[in-house]
């Protein structure tokens, strides 16, 4: 709601009514006589002596005491030092009693008003200064004016600039200047310009207000340019209030030539010893990704503040040395600077990127002892650090104690929820959301969908992308990208395409999304068409790009075609391949077979192998049953990972491959020593608003003798058509038994319920947790052909479209 501010006359009503106000004629204004022994009294000596409000306090009742109150000296001196104290409540006291208000009196009230009230007790004020006939004056305007750019209000702000023009300030240079930088905190950088334009006269505090105002509304190219017309006419140069506003313009463009520009005229005009140019010189190298120069200037700095500290750390953070930030963190500390809120969130995204839970916790107990625990900001932060380093149980209690939740508390949450797996909390979470009528953003959407993704139900992916379109986040770049991404990972990866195609503006991300989308789902060939046809366009592939394209060849079996790849990686992008990539080279060689040049490749690393390049060994070596090389690899991963159980089990079947039985028991016993327990196969199939679950042998399903007799059939009808039990995995047992424990596996219940629970061509979709084991792969083809259906497996790697007693894999997974 707008307040009033049309001038007023004496006969109108004031917009509320006086605040006790005694008549005052119009000639009060004239200069009051003070008899000079007022000026002498002791007291009046020791209120021109103090400097706080404590000092104020023991001055005061001598003032009483002596009579003095009613002195106007006084009554303008208390009014003044109130009101520089802060105390505004007493300020207006002693004005309200005052029989002589004089125009200074009212000048000295609106200013602290405007310093330590609301912008509409202000506004009310000034409609009072007006209605008692008291003649604004300058510096008024400048006040209310910093007030409403403050509060970013510009409707009450041109309410002042209206006034301030019929007072005739239109052509003063400090008002006009305030009017310049009113429109430019609003956003109106445009208005801003007008009015700057129109000036008569400008000097360097206008000129730096319009920079100011065009790099604060991210027009960070005009900022620079001004900076330039600035200097060439020739009226001004660049101050440090100039430098410190068009730094972070070179930052927000990613300028580095000119910020090293900037830094030069900084350096000639000996500004480098201004601790806020130095600290803004910091920050803009960091956001650059120039963090050694950064660094170099930090340490250079004579003194230094907590901004200065705050820049290096997120500085550090920012480009993902994340030990040297935290490094940085601890040393702040230990010179004794106390961190504030931006300290403590950078200092905690450190700690989220790096996994480092015990510093994390460290830091938790610092915002304790900060008293900063009420800091949305700064809890939000928490949540995330805890999500990151997977403990979403604290995150989950931090986000419930939390009052005032913001929209990035929800996101925050949410996300951590889809990060570590907990689904089904996320999705949760969104709904109570909904319910309690937050209006969610991009974020909050990326993050739902990223919950869905991992859910892989597909009637769960179209009432989402559904919600999406209804609250028109279907045109944002992520959310249609994690839409993408979503589809392909529920099995629809044709329809991921179709939101692909449509797109008008696509993100490396976007294809990142895509490539893997069809790589995953056994489509190499046209991961490797999209893959170039990305290389022909205007966005540059990236890191995960070559990622995603060379696993998109390990399953399809294209070697030479992912060997290119990770060459040209290096030669014609400049990208270091990571550990994953060396992972996926491994993967593509010995998956297709060449076991020893997989291995004479892992020796050929310039780095040290991690446990994803052996465990890709391994599996190598499980799939063509090469025991000598994958005991090797084995070894590895051991010596790296002595519990991780997964490499255990792979270990021990493919000695169950190779029917070395004595060396199976051997690894389970190790299994049994160190408490190690293989994960259960467990499948899920969505049916009707609800997800069913089975695991290997259960008959915990209320269907189950159903389910069973209906395998038994089904059995029968795919070994007529040529389906054959491979049982060269379960040892120990009769002939019948093992049959039997295959008929078991939770993948064959799984699709019996679905069969069973579905009208005939209904594509039934099933995940599993574990990767599909070659016997129900094969069973899986048969029952394809003979059920005349389409089965979509996703396992814990990949996809398997089964139609028509075929794989998508070509038996190559």
């Known amino acids: 709601m707008s307040f009033p501010l049309l001038a007023r006359s004496t006969t109108s009503p004031p917009p509320q009514p006086p605040l006790a106000a005694s008549p005052r004629p119009p000639s009060l204004s004239q200069r009051v006589h003070i008899p000079s022994h007022i000026y002498k009294h002791p007291t009046a000596i020791l209120l021109e002596l103090s400097n706080s409000m404590k000092d104020l306090h023991q001055i005061l009742p001598h003032i009483i005491k002596n009579g003095l109150y009613k002195e106007h000296l006084f009554e303008t001196k208390l009014i003044s030092l109130f009101t520089k104290y802060g105390s505004l409540n007493d300020a207006t006291k002693v004005f309200d009693f005052a029989k002589l208000k004089v125009d200074p ?41 910093k007030a409403c750019a403050d509060n970013c209000d510009v409707i009450k702000g041109k309410q002042v600039h209206a006034q301030l023009i019929v007072h005739g300030f239109k052509d003063n240079l400090f008002a006009m200047t305030s009017v310049v930088n009113l429109y430019a905190k609003c956003g109106l950088v445009g208005d801003a310009y007008k009015m700057f334009d129109r000036m008569p006269e400008r000097d360097l505090v206008c000129w730096n207000t319009v920079i100011s105002g065009y790099a604060q509304n991210g027009m960070a190219n005009r900022a620079l340019e001004l900076v330039l017309r600035m200097q060439e006419e020739g009226c001004n140069r660049p101050d440090s209030v100039t430098v410190v506003s068009i730094l972070p313009a070179c930052a927000a463009i990613g300028s580095l030539q000119m910020g090293k520009s900037v830094h030069g005229y900084v350096i000639r005009n000996g500004l480098e010893s201004l601790v806020n140019v130095s600290t803004s010189l910091v920050d803009m190298y960091a956001k650059c990704g120039s963090v050694g120069t950064a660094r170099l200037v930090f340490d250079e700095m004579g003194s230094k503040t907590v901004v200065s500290w705050n820049a290096m750390i997120d500085g550090y953070a920012r480009n993902g040395y994340y030990d040297e930030a935290l490094i940085i963190f601890q040393r702040m ?27 994390g916790q460290f830091v938790h107990k610092l915002v304790n002892q900060l008293g900063l625990g009420s800091n949305i900001a700064v809890v939000n932060s928490l949540i995330s650090m805890y999500c990151k380093c997977q403990r979403v149980d604290i995150a989950a209690e931090l986000f419930e104690k939390l009052k005032g939740k913001t929209l990035v508390s929800w996101n925050a949450m949410m996300l951590g929820y889809a990060q570590n797996g907990c689904v089904m909390d996320a999705i949760a979470l969104f709904c109570k959301m909904h319910l309690q009528n937050i209006k969610p953003d991009s974020f909050t959407m990326v ?125 014609e992008y ?158 120990d047992v009769e002939d019948d038994v093992q049959e039997q424990l295959l008929k078991s596996h939770s993948e064959k219940l799984a699709i019996s319920f679905g069969l069973l629970n579905t009208r005939v061509g209904t594509t039934i979709h099933i995940r599993k947790n574990l990767r599909v084991c070659g016997d129900c792969h094969s069973a899986t083809k048969y029952i394809s052909l003979v059920m005349k259906r389409e089965i979509i497996v996703r396992d814990m790697h990949r996809f398997h479209h089964f139609k028509d007693g075929v794989c998508s894999c070509g038996d190559y997974w």
């Open 105 to 145: 009196m009212y000048h000295t009230i609106l200013k602290g008003h405007t310093h330590h009230s609301n912008l509409d007790t202000s506004l009310a004020f000034y409609s009072r200064l007006r209605y008692d006939n008291v003649t604004p004056v300058i510096y008024n305007f400048s006040y209310l004016l």
């Open 333 to 359: 500390l230990d010179e004794g600077f106390k961190p504030t809120n931006v300290t403590i969130m950078s200092t905690l995204h450190a700690c989220a990127e790096s996994r480092n839970l015990e510093l």
């Open 447 to 571: 993050s739902v969908v990223t919950a869905l993704a991992e859910l892989s139900v597909l009637r769960q992916a179209k009432w989402i992308h559904g919600f999406a379109i209804r609250t028109c986040l279907n045109k944002n770049v992520f959310v249609v990208t994690a839409l993408v991404d979503m589809y392909a990972k529920c099995g629809a990866v044709h329809t991921a395409r179709k939101i692909f195609d449509v797109m008008d503006d696509r993100h490396v991300t976007t294809w990142n999304a895509m490539i893997d989308g069809y790589g995953t789902h056994g489509f190499g060939k046209e991961a490797i068409e999209l893959f170039e046809e990305m290389q022909k366009g205007h966005v540059e592939p990236n890191d995960i790009t070559f990622l995603c394209v060379i696993s998109a060849c390990s399953h399809s079996g294209f070697v030479e075609k992912g060997r290119n790849y990770f060459m040209i990686m290096r030669e």
């Open 574 to 731: 400049n990208l270091e391949p990571l550990m994953d990539h060396y992972g996926a080279m491994v993967d593509l060689i010995g998956r297709a077979g060449r076991l020893s040049e997989a291995w004479n490749f892992i020796d050929s690393m310039p780095v040290r192998p991690g446990l994803n390049v052996y465990g890709a060994m391994l599996g190598a070596c499980k799939i063509h049953k090469n025991v000598d090389l994958g005991e090797k690899a084995a070894d590895k991963l051991f010596e790296l990972d002595p519990d991780d159980g997964g490499y255990h089990v792979l270990l021990a079947n493919m000695y169950a491959t190779a029917s070395m039985w004595h060396k199976v028991a051997k690894v389970r016993t190790m299994m049994e020593r160190k408490g190690i327990q293989k994960t259960p196969g467990c499948s899920l199939v969505d049916l009707r608003n609800e997800v069913h679950t089975f695991y290997s042998g259960s008959t915990s399903h209320p269907q189950s003798v159903k389910i069973y007799a209906y395998l038994e059939k089904l059995l029968d009808r795919i070994k007529a058509a040529g389906y054959v039990p491979d049982t060269d995995s379960i040892h």
